[in-house]
């Protein structure tokens, strides 16, 4: 089954035997490529609207994996098995996210590996699961359909990790793989803040602040 470039890159970092929940499985292209190729024992793809679940229920029903795939109608992670050990949570906004999994905080307890893809607010994603002493294991950007994404692969330790404004920020191996993708992206990012400081009479006093500040941390990590 072909995968778009930011799912294969989310498939290549679900580790080998894993018990794994995809959160919004939306078509399941993702979910039955891991059990196809044996990624996963076994696999729960959660769906929360009628239309999407109906095509993933078929799409599954034509896999040759279909019997280590179940999938449910449900929202979120309150439903999840209690045998599920990795979490992919993919294609919608770091808000989203931070509020499915403290919803249902408690269905955390058995989960080992969390991989996310937040399209906004990837920093508060990361402050978040850092305070659940999730570690952060690797970190990719993709480039697909003129947007960047940030995929983020986590493991549950112990303890915090130690995470610097920088770290939260633009991640802590991004920040310091720094490839093409990541200078681009911020480098994109810092021209839109200098256009809007040259009209700073318009963003008022706090605004100007916050994007000053954010031009002076790109200007840090590049």
Same mark, same amino acid.
């Given at each position: 089954?072909?995968?778009?470039?930011?799912?294969?890159? &989310?498939?290549?970092?679900?580790?080998?035997?894993?018990?794994?929940?995809?959160?919004?499985?939306?078509?399941?292209?993702?979910?039955?490529?891991?059990?196809?190729?044996?990624?996963?024992?076994?696999?729960?793809?959660?769906?929360?609207?009628?239309?999407?679940?109906?095509?993933?229920?078929?799409?599954?029903?034509?896999?040759?994996?279909?019997?280590?795939?179940?999938?449910?109608?449900?929202?979120?992670?309150?439903?999840?098995?209690?045998?599920?050990?990795?979490?992919?949570?993919?294609?919608?906004?770091?808000?989203?996210?931070?509020?499915?999994?403290?919803?249902? !905080?408690?269905?955390?307890?058995?989960?080992?590996?969390?991989?996310?893809?937040?399209?906004?607010?990837?920093?508060?994603?990361?402050?978040?699961?850092?305070?659940?002493?999730?570690?952060?294991?690797?970190?990719?950007?993709?480039?697909?359909?003129?947007?960047?994404?940030?995929?983020?692969?986590?493991?549950?330790?112990?303890?915090?990790?130690?995470?610097?404004?920088?770290? &939260?920020?633009?991640?802590?191996?991004?920040?310091?793989?720094?490839?093409?993708?990541? &200078?681009?992206?911020?480098?994109?990012?810092?021209?839109?803040?200098?256009?809007?400081?040259?009209?700073?009479?318009?963003?008022?006093?706090?605004?100007? !602040?916050?994007?000053?500040?954010?031009?002076?941390?790109?200007?840090?990590?590049?």
């Amino acid at each position: 089954m072909k995968l778009s470039k930011r799912l294969e890159t &989310i498939y290549e970092l679900v580790p080998q035997g894993t018990f794994c929940a995809d959160i919004g499985a939306d078509h399941g292209k993702l979910i039955i490529s891991l059990a196809e190729n044996n990624i996963s024992i076994s696999s729960l793809a959660v769906e929360n609207k009628i239309g999407p679940f109906k095509r993933l229920k078929e799409n599954i029903s034509k896999s040759k994996a279909k019997d280590k795939i179940k999938a449910i109608l449900s929202d979120g992670i309150k439903d999840i098995d209690d045998n599920i050990d990795t979490l992919i949570i993919a294609g919608m906004g770091g808000d989203l996210i931070i509020n499915i999994l403290n919803k249902d !905080k408690d269905k955390l307890a058995n989960i080992k590996y969390i991989i996310v893809d937040a399209h906004t607010n990837s920093n508060k994603l990361r402050r978040y699961l850092n305070e659940l002493s999730f570690t952060i294991l690797e970190e990719k950007i993709v480039y697909e359909a003129h947007i960047f994404y940030e995929i983020i692969k986590l493991e549950r330790r112990d303890k915090k990790q130690d995470l610097d404004e920088l770290d &939260i920020k633009f991640g802590p191996i991004l920040r310091k793989r720094k490839d093409d993708l990541f &200078i681009k992206k911020y480098q994109l990012i810092d021209e839109k803040i200098l256009e809007l400081l040259n009209n700073k009479d318009k963003l008022g006093e706090v605004r100007s !602040k916050e994007l000053i500040r954010e031009h002076e941390m790109i200007k840090e990590v590049l």
